[in-house]
């Protein structure tokens, strides 16, 4: 049978093989395409909500937290105010006066200053009927019993969220501190109304609204990490509103369990259901998200009429020109393979229909034109080859000249840190300077997280008297170890000096460190308690870590350095905030001071050391020498964080006073 026959019965059966099976092969593939698709506007929906619950969550924690700060900060002024009033022996109807002076001149919505008993003996509330008294009982006060921990001395502070108040049922935030002289509540309040509207405006039903607006979505269910429902949005006039899918739940429960995604068509929608996690990766709660697959069916009826119909057109004309084409085309393509057999074994004379005016005869110059050029580029290709090798020479030295002067810069940067480090170490106390010191045993540790670090510990013995420093500055590695640097000099030179006055010393080093990190550009700052200990005395003052005592006997004792001072380096007048507290050290006692570094270090499960640790194993080795029971801590805590992460500098102080003394 001659070749245009057979190309026409080829080609017709192909048409008839072709067009059903083609045909339901595109269905299902576009089908799949759109569902997909879909599928994937279903997950953006989720990652964008996931996002929108952070973020609005995030603004009300930093609006809210902001306030708190304020808050905490206006009630502490208070507590100070009252202790002072009343250590001056002011009458309670000037101290009243005064709280009465600030409420009408600030935004404070109300002052209480409690008794020892709870009750308020000073209220800026002239509303209320009778003198208005704290209780424990939450049956009795459901709002007002959270702050009962202060009088007990179980808190320092208590920030209540925005509450609706009882009496008028405004909103309001209140915020309490502990006395300063003696055990009482010092409260402020605040309206809050802003800020529980805003909460309003940034709740979840408010976004689900605004992403239903979307078009294809139908509708949005959510849960909490516990699989509590939270908040549903339906479009109106939808299928969910009529009928409810009974697997819906489950799908959600098995989302939040499996912390995984699931998928499922339900009469003529897609739901998919997914954990909302944010950026931490930690489970927010679930959501579905039903969307509509109409569009998807219509799209799809679309493109298969269309591909139908341009597949069976095709092959209809494929048979129409078969004939003719088998012809035209046979022996031209029979020489052009001729031509490129003889190309293929590098024979660039062979035969071609170069006077033809068609396009076989275009393709025939154009084969023509590539032989010629590849003949150009066989001959010419080792003289490219060389020439492409020696740019490749030149580029690969340029390469190995800047490899070793970034090898030349790493090795004088980490010759100018270990510089630092030497120096860090040279100013910190020595063995032989510790043991001099008379009455106490002391032994310390220093660990730095970089080759710098932002830890500062000195022990120096002038006239009598034992002065101890111990602080932190914020982060580690060259500005904090500069930073350290600055504050060693300067107590060490106000203790030179002989300056004992808490409050100019806190003053003078405060402003040192502020003044100087402002010339740097820098944020860092530090915390920082300085202790001076004569003939069984401490007097310690400046916030930092607690100081832990250890009584012979074993009897545990912890002193909170919170209200003795404030960060060195974030404002420029602390002298408000210097407190002092006087400890006393019998013979045998042991007193611990450390950085944060100890306490937080960290196991390989995550967890902290904490503070609770380090007390017991101070307990347990209490009979040994300084130095054993600093050995004991340290193997303890490197036991502990193995193979956990080490991210902070570690700095432990133990001080035993000799037995001899007694």
Request: glycine share 6%.
């Amino acid at each position: 049978m001659k070749l245009p026959n057979r190309l026409f019965i080829a080609l017709s059966a192909v048409a008839l093989l072709t067009v059903v099976p083609t045909s339901s092969v595109l269905t299902w593939a576009l089908r799949r395409e759109l569902v997909a698709r879909t599928q994937a506007s279903g997950l953006m929906v989720v990652a964008s909500l996931s996002r929108l619950i952070e973020s609005t969550q995030t603004i009300y924690q930093r609006v809210e937290g902001s306030v708190d700060g304020q808050s905490v900060t206006t009630a502490t002024a208070i507590a100070e105010l009252v202790a002072i009033a009343a250590a001056a022996g002011e009458p309670t109807t000037t101290t009243q006066q005064r709280l009465d002076r600030i409420v009408a001149t600030t935004d404070l919505g109300q002052i209480n200053v409690t008794n020892s008993q709870g009750c308020a003996y000073l209220n800026t509330n002239r509303t209320l009927s009778r003198p208005f008294c704290f209780s424990p009982d939450p049956n009795r006060q459901p709002q007002a019993h959270v702050f009962w921990p202060l009088l007990e001395g179980k808190a320092q502070r208590v920030v209540q969220p925005v509450r609706r108040r009882e009496t008028d049922d405004r909103a309001f935030k209140y915020v309490a501190v502990a006395g300063r002289d003696r055990p009482r509540i010092v409260q402020v309040g605040h309206s809050a109304e802003l800020l529980a509207q805003l909460r309003e405006e940034l709740g979840l039903q408010r976004i689900l609204e605004d992403l239903l607006r979307t078009e294809g979505i139908l509708g949005i269910w959510t849960v909490d990490a516990n699989g509590t429902p939270q908040a549903t949005a339906l479009k109106p006039g939808s299928l969910l509103e009529r009928e409810m899918s009974p697997d819906r739940p489950r799908f959600l429960k098995y989302a939040l369990d499996t912390q995984s995604t699931v998928t499922r068509e339900w009469q003529n929608t897609l739901e998919v259901s997914s954990p909302l996690w944010n950026r931490d990766k930690q489970v927010l709660g679930a959501v579905t998200v039903s969307l509509s697959l109409e569009p998807v069916t219509l799209a799809l009826r679309r493109q298969v009429a269309l591909a139908t119909a341009a597949t069976i057109a095709a092959i209809a004309l494929a048979a129409l020109v078969s004939f003719r084409l088998s012809r035209v085309l046979v022996q031209p393509v029979s020489q052009l393979n001729a031509a490129t057999q003889s190309l293929s074994s590098h024979d660039w004379k062979h035969a071609l229909p170069l006077d033809r005016d068609d396009e076989i005869g275009d393709l025939a110059r154009s084969f023509e034109a590539m032989a010629a050029r590849l003949h150009h580029t066989f001959d010419t290709l080792e003289q490219r080859v060389a020439e492409r090798t020696a740019d490749l020479e030149i580029a690969n030295g340029e390469i190995a000249a800047l490899n070793d002067r970034l090898a030349q810069e790493n090795d004088r940067l980490g010759a100018e840190l270990d510089v630092l480090r030497r120096l860090q170490q040279l100013i910190l106390p020595n063995e032989e300077e510790l043991a001099a010191i008379p009455e106490l045993d002391i032994a310390a540790y220093m660990k730095p997280a970089d080759r710098v670090g932002g830890d500062y510990y000195d022990v120096l013995h002038r006239n009598g008297a034992t002065e101890i420093g111990i602080g932190d500055v914020t982060g580690h590695g060259l500005e904090s170890g500069m930073v350290m640097l600055m504050a060693q000099a300067a107590v060490r030179t106000l203790l030179t000096v002989g300056e004992t006055d808490p409050v100019k010393t806190m003053d003078v080093l405060n402003r040192v460190i502020y003044d100087n990190t402002r010339r740097m550009r820098s944020l860092k700052n530090m915390t920082l308690s300085l202790l001076s200990y004569r003939a069984g005395r401490l007097r310690l003052f400046g916030q930092h870590e607690e100081a832990i005592v250890v009584r012979r006997s074993g009897q545990l004792e912890r002193f909170d350095t919170l209200d003795l001072g404030f960060p060195l380096g974030l404002e420029e007048d602390v002298t408000a905030f210097v407190a002092e507290l006087e400890i006393d050290l019998g013979p045998g006692d042991v007193l611990v001071l450390y950085t944060d570094g100890v306490t937080e270090a960290t196991s390989a499960k995550g967890q902290l050391y904490g503070p609770d640790r380090l007390c017991d194993q101070i307990v347990q080795h209490r009979q040994g020498t300084a130095r054993e029971i600093c050995d004991a801590v340290i193997d303890d805590l490197q036991t502990y964080a193995a193979g956990g992460i080490a991210d902070d500098d570690i700095t432990l102080m133990i001080l035993k006073r000799d037995l001899e003394t007694a």
